[in-house]
């Protein structure tokens, strides 16, 4: 079954660290994985895609890193800020006749003072 | 600026009542998708449309109905027939079908 899994469900961190959320995934043929952040009672906003062929892209304080073979993704957030107090979306889309997106149920992130 | 609009953020209804969620983009693009999201649960896709007066179904299409009648508008019908349809729903469009996702700010709907 082609699914999407993210982990943690939610973590708390404090202002200024950095933190890692990570996303496995079960999908196939694979074509592109996003993340997309998720302000609380706002549309979902992409914030980096990536192919077959790429290993890690940046945006930022943002770097997003992937392991085709393992089917495995990391977002790492350095030095965070309150402003990313969020849930973020792992979101992979499969290589079909009309091609399939399949969303992660994110990751809730809360920077506290 | 473009940019997806939805309406009405907040909406409470009665049992048995049909309710109507509006979507309009201006962005020029030609796909549009409404998505259902639930705590804990990753957006589940109700229906798409990759052309005016063409739509298909989603995931869980059972209890909605659409319309595509122009380019920038894409309203979402949540029927008396869908059982359980207090959730947040999403409109969302992209220039090609999938491409990156352009979504609207969310209405929340509640059945009292």
């Known amino acids: 079954k082609n699914q999407v899994e993210q982990s943690p469900q939610s973590l708390i961190i404090l202002e200024g660290k950095n933190c890692t959320l990570q996303c496995n995934y079960t999908v196939s043929p694979f074509s592109n994985l996003r993340w997309y952040k998720q302000d609380t009672g706002r549309g979902p906003v992409s914030l980096t895609i990536?192919?077959?062929?790429?290993n890690t892209k940046s945006n930022g304080r943002y770097t997003a890193t992937l392991d085709a073979d393992t089917k495995q993704s990391s977002l790492h957030i350095t030095a965070s800020q309150l402003s990313d107090s969020a849930s973020y979306i792992c979101?992979?889309?499969?290589?079909?006749?009309?091609?399939?997106?399949?969303f992660g149920p994110g990751t809730s992130l809360s920077v506290i003072p | 600026d473009g940019g997806i609009t939805q309406s009405p953020k907040y909406l409470f209804r009665k049992e048995g009542q049909n309710v109507t969620l509006s979507c309009e983009q201006n962005l020029n693009h030609d796909a549009m998708y409404w998505y259902r999201q639930d705590p804990g649960q990753g957006l589940r896709l109700i229906y798409y449309?990759?052309?005016?007066?063409?739509?298909q179904k989603g995931d869980i299409a059972e209890g909605y109905s659409v319309s595509r009648e122009k380019k920038e508008s894409f309203p979402l019908t949540v029927t008396s027939a869908q059982k359980n349809p207090t959730a947040f729903y999403l409109c969302?469009?992209?220039?090609?079908?999938?491409?990156?996702?352009?979504f609207g700010e969310g209405s929340r709907l509640t059945v009292l």
């Open positions: 449309s990759q052309i005016v007066n063409d739509f």
């Open positions: 990536m192919t077959f062929s790429e």
């Open positions: 969302a469009s992209s220039i090609v079908t999938p491409g990156e996702l352009f």
């Open positions: 979101v992979v889309t499969m290589k079909t006749s009309y091609d399939k997106v399949i």
